[in-house]
């Protein structure tokens, strides 16, 4: 038990937790994206949706994993972010932008700055969609969701701000999908320009699934 704990403790082993813990959070987000895209379909799908996630007796604790998994993400990168900065206090002389596992690119230096956004959008997003309003939709005992999310994104403030985190989400994805498989030994000159991307396709379709719906009811519906 206390190897393990020095494992987990040291850099590798928080490397691996870090990308284990963001791939479950990536299979999260492919989950949740389709159903929210099935607000496409008619208000009728998404609640049903809906419902059918709030009636499953196994939610609740999905939701209690979810959130020690994205906890535990988000302190260990920033214990790792903390630690990296404190064995160089002083800087660079010139700024350089960072990511070992591919070329220059904007996500990889800017994680430590879009994770805390993100981490704040998350409980916007669950106090606003989850905790929000309860409209009861035509067929009893099913919540309209599709009305919530309507008035919600009608809002230009919110649906701006929305669209914006959706495209640091796609940053932050596109360099931590290639990084996980990086930590996880997925590494090497065949692999890893594949690895590069399939993370930049990966990010820029969450992203952009997830930014078309505020889009769509903000300027089309």
């Avoid at 430590?112 to 005992?141: C, D, M, N, Q, R």
């Avoid at 890893?192 to 399939?198: E, G, K, Q, W």
């Amino acid at each position: 038990m206390a190897t393990l704990w020095k494992f987990f403790s040291s850099s590798i082993g928080s490397k691996f937790i870090i990308a284990v813990s963001g791939l479950c959070l990536f299979a999260f987000l492919v989950v949740h994206l389709a159903g929210n895209l099935l607000i496409f379909l008619g208000p009728e799908a998404l609640n049903h949706w809906g419902h059918l996630l709030v009636s499953n007796p196994l939610t609740i604790p999905a939701e209690i994993g979810l959130a020690l998994i994205f906890l535990t993400h988000a302190y260990k990168a920033v214990l790792m972010w903390w630690d990296n900065r404190r064995a160089r206090p002083s800087g660079y002389a010139e700024k350089k932008w960072a990511g070992s596992v591919s070329r220059k690119n904007v996500g990889s230096a800017t994680m430590i700055v879009s994770g805390p956004i993100v981490f704040a959008f998350v409980v916007w997003h669950v106090l606003t969609f989850k905790y929000g309003p309860v409209y009861e939709a035509a067929e009893p005992g099913v919540r309209d969701l599709s009305r919530l999310i309507f008035e919600a994104f009608s809002q230009p403030l919110v649906a701006g701000l929305y669209v914006v985190v959706m495209i640091l989400i796609g940053l932050h994805l596109r360099h931590g999908i290639a990084s996980a498989f990086q930590s996880l030994g997925a590494d090497g000159p065949r692999f890893t320009p594949i690895a590069i991307v399939a993370g930049t396709m990966l990010a820029v379709l969450i992203g952009a699934g997830f930014a078309i719906i505020p889009i769509w009811v903000f300027f089309i519906r």
